[in-house]
């Protein structure tokens, strides 16, 4: 079971983030293993974290800011 440490995040803001996270990873014609191994995860969990059914830790948040090369705002807060 994912770890809570993003507590007022609600699902909906889960969901948006994954959605976020799948955008900007296909924007810079990423497969889900290129992430996968720059995060050192299994693809299986970026598979999770893009659906919004995990949430992900305040540290694995920022290891998906630098491999998709956005600032955490820009996963959190995109204007999409």
């Not at 994954?18 to 996968?36: C, H, P, S, W, Y």
């Amino acid at each position: 079971m994912a770890k809570k440490p993003l507590d007022n995040f609600d699902s909906e803001t889960i969901i948006k983030l994954g959605r976020r996270i799948k955008f900007l990873r296909n924007e810079r014609n990423m497969t889900q293993m290129d992430v996968a191994v720059l995060l050192n995860i299994d693809p299986s969990a970026v598979r999770r974290y893009e659906r919004g059914r995990v949430e992900m830790g305040f540290t694995t948040l920022m290891k998906f800011a630098e491999a998709l090369q956005v600032t955490v705002n820009d996963l959190l807060y995109s204007e999409e």
